[in-house]
């Protein structure tokens, strides 16, 4: 069975899930410990980058070296913390974690702009990543890896189990064939909205290629409308963020009196209640905005 660096294709799938409220908790609790190995990650090797500024040899700066390095694997990390070996953490995240921490660190050593790994803050949004493993004995396809689609309409998931998914498309399900499942990232966005991504490889394509046509055209974006093309044709930019700049603003001055009084009676905004329901009315609107001029240049292009 070939590795996805095999592959020749790959094809990238996000689709819309929708989670009881126990995966909820599960999607949660992976989120926070993904966040807290890459951190955990971070602060070692700034303090090891400490450490080995130490020209003199003391035995318990060595000691102290020693241990750092061998909490940088996953295994030793979750032996130290116990809290990371509760049985709704996926193993993968905490692997994909760290493989994440060094794969921040070759892009900085390829790219410098990049910058160096940082601390990863809590915030709204959830994130983690799973992979989907399979027997050496079968050929990989869709539906008999660990992570798996059951129908259209559903996949499976480690530790989370039976999801219903809206988004999956029926020629991908019916494809022919070794397809393989790669990387799996479960995330939440500010709107409270549920994703899952999946990352296919197969030797055959995805897509197949449009033929040529040897015209050519010209392209110009402009600010009265959103592009005009050579040959005379015009696109009207649908604009919509102003026809809905009121409403965001009206909604955003009342979250600002809601987190005022929050601060002025000494209650934190994560459990002030109309704080977060406004907030969440706030993060639609742009999620709103954001997924219309998504759609209108899925539809241009």
């Not at 599960?26 to 090891?48: C, H």
């Not at 790994?117 to 493993?133: D, V």
């Not at 995805?206 to 409308?225: A, H, M, P, W, Y």
Request: hydrophobic share 35%; aromatic share 8%; with cysteine.
């Amino acid at each position: 069975m070939k590795s996805m660096a095999q592959l020749k294709y790959h094809y990238g799938l996000k689709v819309r899930i929708y989670p009881s409220d126990y995966q909820k908790q599960i999607i949660k609790v992976n989120s926070d410990a993904s966040r807290f190995v890459y951190n955990e990650m971070v602060a070692i090797g700034k303090e090891l980058w400490q450490l080995n500024r130490i020209k003199l040899s003391i035995d318990t700066v060595q000691d102290r070296i020693q241990q750092l390095k061998l909490r940088q694997n996953a295994k030793q990390m979750s032996n130290h913390f116990q809290f990371l070996e509760d049985k709704r953490i996926d193993s993968l995240a905490k692997a994909n974690a760290i493989q994440n921490y060094h794969k921040a660190w070759n892009a900085f050593r390829k790219v410098h702009e990049a910058g160096v790994p940082k601390f990863h803050r809590k915030s709204y949004a959830w994130r983690y990543q799973t992979n989907c493993q399979y027997p050496k004995q079968k050929t990989a396809r869709l539906d008999n890896g660990t992570v798996c689609f059951e129908d259209r309409k559903h996949i499976v998931v480690p530790k989370l189990g039976r999801l219903r998914i809206k988004g999956a498309q029926q020629r991908l399900l019916d494809r022919q064939g070794e397809t393989r499942i790669g990387t799996v990232t479960i995330s939440k966005d500010a709107a409270d909205r549920f994703f899952l991504s999946l990352q296919l490889g197969s030797d055959t394509p995805f897509v197949s290629k449009l033929s040529r046509t040897n015209r050519q055209i010209g392209i110009d974006l402009n600010t009265e409308n959103f592009l005009t093309a050579s040959d005379g044709r015009t696109i009207a930019n649908p604009r919509y963020y102003r026809t809905i700049k009121g409403k965001l603003a009206k909604a955003q001055r009342t979250l600002s009196r809601r987190q005022r009084r929050a601060k002025k009676e000494q209650r934190s905004l994560r459990e002030s209640k109309n704080y977060q329901k406004q907030r969440l009315l706030v993060a639609k609107i742009h999620a709103r905005v954001f997924d219309r001029r998504h759609d209108f240049l899925q539809r241009t292009s």
